[in-house]
């Protein structure tokens, strides 16, 4: 039976929001890209001019010296947390060298600005050697982020929820990245949809994360699959030999 043209127009209203909602996210996105760019060139002047002080023979005052010690650390601080966003805001199409273990300690650490109910802790196992990938860094950062916000949000309302990110390399070379949770299983017959552009069983969403995150790993000629059982669902990005 076709729907009614109210069941219709309460379909329109919903996606609409949905629309309203991930623009005004799209949006904070450009702002938050723009502010990062606006604080790099003063925090620039700042950390030139404590090094100029730091030579500087008032530095052997010992009081000077903690003081100017104390902004140096703190421009640091600010410097590196800048770094990591910037990777999240930063679009470009330009293929780098990418080190991987550094690009998933810097999405889990983002990941920790999520706006969730909860702040859930998540492991992170990463594979003792230097793996890297030539690739674009953006992309790749973007769509892990977007399967550790869903993985985040299946486990958010259930019992000792654990959540944690993997790298390795198989034998073939190939570099594996999971992230595994021990939320609800994905039935089978979610298995065909979850890829599925605007699907999502979650309320007031778009359904697109999942989507947008393996466009993002095909265009770095990796995959993205996932197994799922009674005790965890994992997702694996596989990116190939380079």
Sequence with gaps: MPPTIEELQQQLDRL????????????????????????????????GNVE????????ADP?????????NNGVKRLSEKLRELQLFTKTTSSETLININDLVKEAVHVAG???KPNKL???????SKLLTFTGNAYKLAQALLMIIDNALDSITYITNPEISVSTSQDLAGKIL???????SMISKELEEKIF????????NALGMGLTV????????????TFTSNETQTEFIITLPVK
């Design 16 to 47: 609409h929001t949905i629309l309203a909602s991930n623009q005004r996210f799209w949006l904070t996105g450009m702002m938050m890209g723009n502010f990062i760019h606006d604080l790099n060139n003063p925090l620039t002047s700042v950390n």
């Design 52 to 59: 100029l002080l730091q030579i500087n023979p008032i530095m």
């Design 63 to 71: 009081k000077i010296k903690k003081r100017i010690d104390t902004i």
């Design 113 to 115: 600005y999520l706006p």
């Design 121 to 127: 802790p998540i492991t992170l196992n990463l594979d």
């Design 177 to 183: 990245i999971k992230i595994t949770n021990n939320g």
């Design 196 to 203: 599925e552009p605007f699907f999502s069983t979650k309320t």
């Design 213 to 224: 995150a393996r466009e993002m790993i095909l265009s770095n000629l990796g995959t993205l």
